[in-house]
C-alpha cells in the first residue's frame, strides 16, 4: 500500500513538474505546480509530517499560489513567444543538468543504501504539539527573527508596488 | 516489500530539483522563472522531511517550515519586483530586462 501510493503521487508530482517546465502559459504552469505541492502534501503525510502537510497545503497550494495567480492575472500574461533561452544555455545546459541528476542519484545510492523503509506510522513525531513544543522551546530564536523577516518582506513589498516612486 | 526505501523519497528530491533548474535556465517568461524557484524549494523540503524521518526527529519538519515562511516573504517582495518591472518596461521577458548592462 505504501509504495502505491508513493508511485502514484511521485509520478504525480514529476509529470505536473514537468509541465510546469513545458507549458508556454504562465497560468498552465502555475497549476501544475498547485498539483506538485498537493502531492508532496501527501508524501509529507507518509512521512508521518502532519503538521508541514496541512502547512504545505494552506501556505504554499493557498497563500503563494493564489498570489502568483493573482499577478498573472493583473498583468494579463499571455503565451511566451515559442523562440527559447540562447543556444548556448540549451546546448550546455541540458548535458549538465542530466550530468547533474546522474550525480546526485548516484550519490544517495552509494550513501543510502536501501536500509530504512518508510512505512506510513512508523514515525508519529510530527504532529503539531510536537512541532510547536520544538518551535518554542528549541528554535525560539530562529521563530522570532522569522517575524522580523516578515515584517521587513511586507514593507519591502508595499515600497516596491507604490503607485509611482517621485 | 512493505514500505517505501528512503532513497527513492530522495531521488524524487533531486528529480524535482533538477527540474526546477530546467525551468530556471530555459524559461523566459520572468514568472515561470519564479515559479521554478518555488518548485526547487518544495523539493529541498522534501529532503528536510525524509531525513526528519529517518532520523527519528522533529527538527527537519522546523527547518522545513522555515523555508516555507522565507518562501512566502520570497513570493510577495519578488512579485512585486515583477510588478514595478513590468510597470518601468512593460515586458515580461527577463532577455528584454537588461538595463544594467549597457
Known sequence: MDVILFLIFAIIAVVCGINVVVQTHPISSALSLIGVMGSLAVLYLLLGAEFIAMAQIIVYAGAIMVLFIFVIMLLNAGAEAKRGRSLMAQLLGMPLLVAFLALVSYFIQRLYPSTTLVQFGAFKGGTAQNVGRALFTQYLLPFEVTSVLILIAILGAIVLARKELE | ?102
Request: glycine content about 4%; hydrophobic content about 60%; cysteine-free.
Open chain 2, 1 to 102: 516489500m512493505n514500505g517505501v526505501p528512503l532513497t527513492w523519497y530522495l531521488i524524487l528530491s533531486a528529480v524535482l530539483f533538477s527540474l526546477g533548474i530546467a525551468g530556471f535556465l530555459f524559461r523566459k517568461n520572468i514568472i515561470t522563472v519564479f515559479m521554478s524557484i518555488e518548485l526547487m524549494l518544495n523539493a529541498v523540503n522534501l529532503t528536510f522531511v525524509a531525513f526528519s524521518f529517518q532520523l527519528k526527529q522533529v527538527n527537519g519538519h522546523l527547518f522545513a517550515f522555515f523555508v516555507m515562511v522565507v518562501a512566502a516573504a520570497e513570493a510577495a517582495v519578488g512579485l512585486a519586483i515583477i510588478l514595478t518591472v513590468f510597470k518601468n518596461l512593460s515586458t515580461l521577458n527577463i532577455d528584454e530586462v537588461n538595463s544594467m548592462k549597457n
